[in-house]
């Protein structure tokens, strides 16, 4: 068994289920019957889906420097889309924080806000990732 593609898969799926989380859970909460009560610990599961993503995708990179001694070589536009992956998981942390903080302080339309922002986010994360994958 070649560990190196074990670990590469392994990664994969902790990554996949780190985008059902983000994307899936941030659209569930833009339902359009609102469900105020699961709002919360969806955002919670949003969270945690950002985190898997982050810890996964530098997980990728773990994997190639300790079997090759190096990250990576990607260049051109998967470094563009590495960039916008990273710029999305930040952003996404950092708003899902402010939505768990800030939630049961705003109007409903902020809230709608935020969640189209995180859907948006996620949708653009998991795009990325598709020319990522095939411009590396």
């Known amino acids: 068994m070649d560990l190196q593609n074990l670990f590469y898969a392994l990664v994969q799926v902790a990554h996949n289920f780190g985008a059902v989380a983000v994307v899936g859970g941030s659209l569930l909460a833009r339902w359009p019957i609102h469900m ?26 773990a994997v190639s420097f300790a079997y090759y001694g190096q990250m990576p070589d990607i ?17 996404g942390f950092v708003v899902t924080v402010m939505w768990l903080r800030h939630a049961t302080e705003w109007n409903e339309a902020r809230r709608d806000h935020m969640w189209n922002l995180l859907v948006g986010l996620g949708v653009t994360a998991l795009s990325a990732a598709a020319f990522l994958r095939w411009f590396s």
Do not use: Y
Request: aromatic letters at 6%; one cysteine or more; charged letters at 10%.
């Open 36 to 61: 105020d009560k699961i709002q919360r610990p969806l955002a919670w599961l949003v969270l945690a889906g950002w985190t898997v993503q982050g810890l996964s995708g530098a997980s990728f990179g």
């Open 75 to 91: 260049h051109g536009i998967a470094i563009l889309a590495l960039l916008v992956k990273i710029a999305c998981v930040v952003t």
